[in-house]
Each structure stands twice: as C-alpha cells, then as structure tokens.
C-alpha cells in the first residue's frame, strides 16, 4: 500500500492517518504475516497500527495478542531493516499481553550476537523484554559482550536493558559490575552516562561501595553534563543520609559547591537546586546558590529562566528573607513575554515582598491572570494564600481578588484551590469570616461542581451560626434546596439545621423550610429533613448538641463488625455505640518535626493517625491474636528501634485495645550471608504491666520482613499504664550461602541486639475527637465529669505557638474551635483540646496560657473517670 494523502486532505493541513482504526480490522489485516513471500512495506504498515492502537490504550486479549505475536515471528524471514526494527518493537509491546513469548529467543540472540549493527541494539532490547530471571543466565555470556561491545549503540542498549532488569534479577546483574566499571572510563557521552546509572543502582544499598564510587568519580573529569548531573544526585543523596556535622566539613558539598562555576548551564544549575533543596542547609550556605539562580534569571534562554524562577519560588516558601536580593530581577521578570515565568515572579514576590507592595503586585498579575493556564492560576492562589498569612491585614485586597478568579472559568481543581484558600483565610482570621462567607454565598449560586457546593454549604452550616448575622446566609442556603441536585440538596438541609440547631431566634423559621423539605423527591432529602424537624421541635440542647451539631464519629467499619459481632452472640445488654473505636482524625498539617515533651524536655510527639483498619486483618489472622478482646482502639505511628543503617533494622508499631496492647515488631535482616530463626524479642516490663502471649518469627532471610508479635495487658491502675519497656532482639544464627540464602548447616549459634527502649505514651491511649462546639460540650459535662485542675511553669518554651504545639502534640488529643492557631502579638492564649481514653471514656482539657517568663499553663480536664483525669494531670507535670 502506497503512502499517499489527496489533494483535499493535504488542503486542510494534513491528519491523522490512524485516526479512526478498528481494532478487529487490524487484527485480520495481520494475517498478512503469513503471506510468502512477506511484503515488507504492507507487513511495516499494519504493525504500525498494531502499535498505534495500543499506545492509545487499546486492550488486546490474551488470545488475540498471542495469535498476533506469532503471525509477527513469521517476518523474521524477511531482510527489511525498517520491517525487522517494526518487529522488535512489537515483540516488546505484545509481549506484556501474550504467552509463549520466549520461543522468539533464539532469533532475537542470534540478531544480538550477529554482524548487523542495525540490529543488534533493538534486539537486545526485545530479548531483556521477554527475559525472566531463569532465563536471565542462559543469555549472561551475550549481555556481558554487549555491555562491553565497540559499538556504542549496542553498549547502551545492554546498559539500559540491565538496568530494567534490575528489577527482577538483581542478582544476576551484579555479577556484571565489572564490565559496567570498564565503561564509566567510556569516550562515549551516553555510554558513560548509563554506565553510571546502571552501577548506581547496582550498589545503591551497599553505602561504602557507593561513597567509593563517589569518591572515585569527584577525581574525574567528565566530557559531558549528563553523568555530572547523576553524579550531583547521588552525592546530594549521600549528604541527606548524613544527620549530624555541618555541610561545610563535608569534601562532598565541596564538590558540589564546585559545580556551581561550571561551564556548563545545566551543571551550574543542577548544583544549585540541590543545595537550596537540602534540609540541613544554612542561609550562609544558600548564598551562593541563591546567587547563581539570580544571575540564571537574567539568561537569554527561556528554559533557564524559568526553572530559576521556579526553583527561587519553592525557596521562599522556606528561607523567603533568603530571596530578598533577587527581588530587583523578579521585578524585571514580571513583563517576561512567557507568562509562566512572569507568573513565578509575581507568586515569589508575593511571598518576599512587603506589605506596601502587595495592592501593586495584585494589580499587575490580575492584568494577565486569564492568560495563563489553570495550572499557574494555582501557584498564584497558593502564593496568596502564604501572604494573607504573613499579612492578615490585607485579607480584603486579597479576597476581592479571589473572589473574581472564583467568578471566572476554570477547572474544578482551580476552583477547588480558591475555595480552600477563602477557606483557610476565614478559619486563620475572624475579622475575614463574614467577608468570605459572602463570596463563597454568592459562588454557589452558579456552581457547576457539586462536590465543591457540598464542602461549602457543610462551612456555612458550621461558621454561619457563628457569625455576625446568621440569617443573612438562609437565603442562599434555601436556593440549594430548590435549584440542585439531590446530593446539593441534602447538604444544604444539613446547614440548615445547624442554624435551627445553633441560633435559637432562627428556629422558628428553619422549621418552616425543613417541613417544606419533607416533600422532596429524593428519599435522601426527606428522611434527612424529617429527622432534623424531629429533633429540632423538641428543642432540648442536649439532643441539638449530640444528634446535629456534633457528627457522629465512630469508624464505620469497627460499627458495622459490632453490630455483625452483637446480632450473632445476643446479650441482654443493650448496644453501647461508646464501644466502637472513633474513626481517626484527618489532619491536614503534619505534627512538629522536634517538639519538645512537656515533662521531660525531650524529643517526643506523635505523628498524624494511621487507619487501624488496614491492621485489623493482619492480626486477626494470627491464631495466637485472634481472640484478643477488641475491637482495636489506635494504631500509633512505628519507633525506630535501630539505626537505619544497622546490620538488623527493627521498627515497633503499638495497637492499642481496650485492656490489651500488642507490639508488632518489624525486623529485617540486611546480612546476605547469614539467616536467622527463631526471631523474638524480650521485655522488661514495668510494674503492673503482664506478658500473655509472644508470637516469634521462624525464619528472617536476608532483605525479608518478619514480624515478632508481643501481647500485654494493661495494668489495672491507669496511673501505672505509661511506662518504658527494656528491648533486646533474640535469635539463632546460621551462616548461609549469599546467592540461594541456603543455610551451610544445621547448626547455629544463640546471638542477641540490644534495642531502643520502647515507650507506652499518654498519646497512645488517646484517640482524637471532633467537637464542633467545644464551649456547649465543656458546660454540659460540668457537673457530671470529674474535673483535676493545675498550674505548670514550662520554662523550656519561649512562645505561645510552640507551647500549643507540644501539648496537643504530647496529649495526641484534637484542638477544638481552631484554638491551635495563636493570633500573633496576643501575650494569652485559651487552648481547647477533646479525645477518647482507651476504654472509651471522653476526655475534655481547657489549657489557659500566658507569656511571661517562659510559658505559664493552667490545665484543668474533665473526664468521666478521675483515674483517668489525674493521670494525664500527672503525666504533663
């Protein structure tokens, strides 16, 4: 079939000849392989469509990839360059799909090893696509003549096939380290590049082998940028592993710091983006780095100067006074004809900038904002957002500003990111709750995402009630229910009732348009809108606070597996929905990195909640464990009891029951040459605590995970539950072969680690709880709840900010009414914090702090047990 486009086609500038392909018609068309003799540009043409369609996504069956791989290995007759190189690329495209793929294994070695040089490179391509890792030795001999093969196509063509096959077969392909050390000597640009890649990856878990590497390598000259630049990574790499000494003493960042007078732009570039992206650098150090990017700036070349601008951009979000002597080349850049970097310079000026040049960098981005994608439209929303944090007196200029981008067209992600700035503005800044609240009104009018409409009716019908004047958002509240869909529908019901709920004066009113809600079309809207009429007309606020303006938090997996649990083993107790564990907390800000524990002065903190359901399953498979009674209460976030580096890597997670609590020792064994058996651990326990069960793992071979299971009871004293355990990791050892982990003999040796003591903390007892309205919840339990009430000196904390962070942080409770964000400049703070002890007791604390001398604290906590209030009493003093 000749190639040919009419006369009209070639009129309206060409198309695609593929476009509107059929799968089936291509597959008959593939009968044509077995035509002799072969048709080398028919044959060329159908597998240029086979590949087509499954670039495009096209899914072929097990069956027709099959039929068609063995159609296409009747082209290997043919002599056709163009043809052959088609059927290589077939064969590694088919070959995910099809079966029997290996029986082209012959003819793609005999192209390998062949005189042909057009071949060979594509072939060895194809065979490591279709090589598994038995099959990987019979071709080891032809690999290792590749790699080190004259031709240089071939080389690198064998280098990044051993590299994929990495994967599969490690181990075979570090047996071909020497070969791939010949070529990092390489006068070829990509040879040694890959070369390079490749012994990387070799050794990337052998940390001497690779600081040889490294220092090998720094000695050299290289001709080319490319493997300078994977050099730079690895070497950045190497000095994030390092945790103590300063950068300065290292000959390493010295290197790198070399790099930033290199010729070339590339290198020059690179060095410095690594050094403003490493945690431990310094403002001294970011200088020169900072200095390099601003002379990039001012580059002729538009990539430059756009990936300076973008690299500056992430700086000021971390080290912003940093960037204050590139803010004279921002401004210049603000009129770049690329939108994308003028776009950069703005948003990094935004977060540099003083407050008096915010009303003109407004004003100058809102001049093009329509122009740039919806992508840059983001980094300016997120640009705004770090300056209304920085400056909340200028929320007004910047909500208006908001606003008008809310009103203009774009995508739900675009939108989605506007809404949560207002969002977090009218939540960080009372003074802006009114403001936002009404652009927000005014937005859902025309919006066409209902997700989007459903999160802001739920902020209406928490912040409304709150506001100045709470009727003004009924209106736009009600429009939903008439307007919407149904799920738009059913939020703005829920809203409603929270004002009907909240505000005792708009109660009359709110009955009224529930009860008009009762005649809805969708069964969702009734049911919700007969429910809230119910409680509402009873007016009691104990009903309005638990069943409406607090959501009911329990995990409904651990609901639904204790109503299953209840209705197969019937009791003449009721069921106590205080039973079934809370659902965790979803924060969206991680915990500190080192905050500073009340009581000790020392590291501690807990990081935010994992889902302890994905760990129900794993344990309950255990017959040791299964009859723990649960349900399980909290998973805390895993301790590192070794070093990462050590020769046995343990980790201890902690899940947490009722009167139980199990460790789930994670080990893994880093040693090729050994085995262990019989893996345990032993504890020292504390007084009162009881050992009933210990699971070992049988069998630790080298880079496995295996799991050492401890089950404890909790002491009957609550006050005696916090406690350190004293660790040490117990094993047999048996030598073993390095390659098939097969251990030498049956003999072994008794040997022993010493691990990091563990800690039972008050966090890992407490699960978050959600109070909406933490002032209603605190009066109400006033007389029923115990209350324990004290005074603290914490002379280790210098402000406000990181005193409210160690304490929600130490008790792992959740901070109620955004009390966890400090105005700035206040010498006061009230910080109110709400959670569920293991035994499913509420626990209410009220911490009343004041700057003076350090942080003085006066915390008084409520809970339903007075054990349970003395001891996180005493545990914070």
């Known amino acids: 079939m000749a190639f040919r486009r009419d006369k009209k086609e070639e009129e309206d500038g060409g198309g695609n000849p593929f476009q509107n392909l059929d799968k089936t018609t291509v597959l008959q068309e593939a009968r044509t392989f077995n035509d002799t003799p072969v048709n080398p540009r028919k044959c060329t043409h159908i597998l240029t469509k086979i590949l087509f369609l499954l670039n495009q996504g096209e899914q072929l069956g097990t069956l027709e990839a099959t039929d068609a791989f063995f159609a296409m290995t009747k082209l290997f007759q043919s002599k056709d360059?163009?043809?052959?190189?088609?059927?290589?690329?077939?064969?590694?495209?088919?070959?995910?799909?099809?079966?029997?793929?290996?029986?082209?294994?012959?003819?793609?070695?005999?192209?390998?090893?062949?005189?042909?040089?057009?071949?060979?490179?594509?072939?060895?391509?194809?065979?490591?696509?279709?090589?598994?890792?038995?099959?990987?030795?019979?071709?080891?001999?032809?690999?290792?003549?590749?790699?080190?093969?004259?031709?240089?196509?071939?080389?690198?063509?064998?280098?990044?096939?051993?590299?994929?096959?990495?994967?599969?077969?490690?181990?075979?392909?570090?047996?071909?380290?020497?070969?791939?050390?010949?070529?990092?000597?390489?006068?070829?640009?990509?040879?040694?590049?890959?070369?390079?890649?490749?012994?990387?990856?070799?050794?990337?878990?052998?940390?001497?082998?690779?600081?040889?590497?490294?220092?090998?390598?720094?000695?050299?000259?290289?001709?080319?940028?490319?493997?300078?630049?994977?050099?730079?990574?690895?070497?950045?790499?190497?000095?994030?592993?390092?945790?103590?000494?300063?950068?300065?003493?290292?000959?390493?960042?010295?290197?790198?710091?070399?790099?930033?007078?290199?010729?070339?732009?590339?290198?020059?570039?690179?060095?410095?983006?690594?050094?403003?992206?490493?945690?431990?650098?310094?403002?001294?150090?970011?200088?020169?780095?900072?200095?390099?990017?601003?002379?990039?700036?001012?580059?002729?070349?538009?990539?430059?100067r756009f990936a300076a601008v973008r690299t500056l951009n992430k700086v000021a979000m971390t080290h912003p006074a940093a960037i204050t002597a590139c803010n004279m080349d921002l401004e210049t850049l603000i009129s770049d004809s690329n939108r994308s970097i003028a776009t950069l310079a703005i948003t990094t000026l935004l977060k540099t900038g003083a407050e008096s040049s915010v009303d003109r960098l407004m004003k100058q981005i809102s001049s093009f904002v329509n122009e740039i994608s919806d992508e840059f439209k983001i980094v300016v929303v997120q640009a705004i957002r770090a300056l209304c944090e920085k400056f909340p007196r200028k929320h007004t200029v910047l909500m208006n500003f908001l606003s008008s981008m809310l009103r203009d067209e774009g995508g739900l992600d675009y939108k989605a990111a506007i809404a949560d700035t207002i969002i977090t503005i009218i939540e960080d800044n009372p003074d802006a709750k009114d403001t936002g609240l009404a652009h927000l009104c005014e937005f859902i009018e025309d919006c066409e995402h209902s997700s989007l409409a459903v999160r802001i009716l739920h902020l209406l019908g928490k912040e409304g009630p709150r506001s100045k004047q709470p009727s003004r958002y009924i209106r736009f509240i009600y429009n939903r229910v008439i307007l919407e869909c149904t799920v738009v529908r059913a939020a703005a019901v829920s809203a409603l009732a929270q004002f009907g709920a909240a505000c005792p004066e708009l109660l009359p009113n709110i009955l009224v348009l529930l009860a008009r809600c009762q005649m809805d079309c969708d069964d969702e809207v009734r049911d919700r809108a007969t429910y809230y009429h119910s409680i509402l007309t009873l007016n009691n606020k104990y009903l309005n606070l638990h069943f409406i303006l607090e959501p009911l938090q329990v995990s409904v997996p651990n609901l639904e597996s204790a109503l299953l649990s209840y209705i197969e083993n019937p009791s003449s107790e009721p069921f106590e929905l205080k039973k079934v564990p809370l659902a965790p907390v979803v924060t969206t800000e991680a915990a500190p990195k080192a905050p500073i524990s009340i009581k000790t002065d020392q590291v501690s903190g807990l990081a935010p909640t994992i889902k302890e359901e994905r760990f129900v399953d794993k344990l309950s498979g255990i017959p040791e464990l299964a009859d723990v009674p649960g349900p399980m209460f909290k998973t805390s976030e895993p301790v590192e009891c070794t070093e990462s580096e050590t020769e046995y890597v343990v980790k201890c997670y902690k899940h947490c029951f009722p009167k139980h609590i199990v460790f789930r020792f994670e080990c893994l064994n880093t040693l090729n040459e050994v085995l262990l058996e019989d893996v345990r651990v032993q504890l020292e326990l504390p007084d009162g605590y009881r050992l009933l069960k210990e699971v070992p793992c049988p069998k630790l071979p080298y880079n496995e995970i295996g799991n050492v299971y401890m089950l404890l009871e909790f002491p009957e004293e609550i006050a005696c539950s916090v406690g350190n355990f004293g660790a040490t990791l117990k094993f047999v050892v048996k030598d073993c072969d390095p390659i098939t982990g097969i251990p030498d003999s049956d003999d072994g040796y008794n040997d022993e680690y010493m691990l990091e003591d563990i800690e039972v903390t008050l966090s890992d007892q407490i699960s978050k709880l959600n109070k909406l309205n933490f002032t209603a919840a605190w009066d109400e339990v006033a007389d029923a709840y115990c209350e324990v009430e004290d005074t603290y000196a914490l002379t280790s904390m210098n402000t406000l900010e990181e005193a409210v962070q160690n304490i929600i942080s130490f008790l792992g409770m959740q901070p109620a009414e955004r009390t966890d964000k400090v105005v700035q400049g206040k010498s006061s703070h009230t910080l109110y914090l709400a959670g569920v002890f293991r035994d499913s007791h509420e626990v209410l604390v009220r911490a009343k702090l004041a700057l003076g001398d350090g942080v003085t604290m006066q915390l008084t906590v409520r809970s339903e047990e007075s054990s349970i209030a003395e001891l996180i009493s005493s545990t914070v003093g």
Request: aromatic share 6%.
């Open 81 to 304: 360059v163009i043809l052959r190189r088609m059927v290589y690329l077939g064969i590694k495209e088919l070959s995910r799909v099809a079966e029997d793929v290996i029986i082209v294994t012959s003819s793609l070695t005999k192209d390998m090893t062949g005189k042909e040089d057009m071949y060979r490179a594509a072939a060895i391509r194809a065979l490591c696509s279709i090589t598994d890792a038995t099959m990987l030795q019979a071709i080891e001999r032809y690999m290792k003549q590749a790699i080190v093969d004259k031709n240089h196509n071939v080389s690198s063509a064998a280098l990044v096939s051993s590299l994929h096959m990495t994967r599969t077969a490690g181990d075979v392909v570090k047996r071909w380290v020497n070969e791939v050390h010949e070529l990092l000597n390489s006068d070829n640009v990509m040879v040694q590049y890959h070369a390079l890649g490749l012994m990387y990856d070799i050794k990337k878990y052998d940390r001497l082998a690779v600081t040889k590497l490294v220092a090998l390598l720094t000695r050299r000259t290289f001709k080319s940028p490319f493997p300078l630049c994977t050099l730079l990574r690895i070497i950045c790499k190497l000095l994030e592993e390092e945790s103590e000494g300063s950068l300065d003493d290292s000959p390493l960042y010295e290197f790198v710091g070399s790099c930033l007078r290199h010729k070339s732009e590339i290198v020059v570039y690179q060095a410095a983006r690594f050094i403003v992206n490493m945690r431990r650098t310094t403002s001294r150090e970011l200088a020169p780095a900072i200095s390099v990017l601003q002379l990039l700036c001012t580059s002729p070349k538009p990539s430059l």
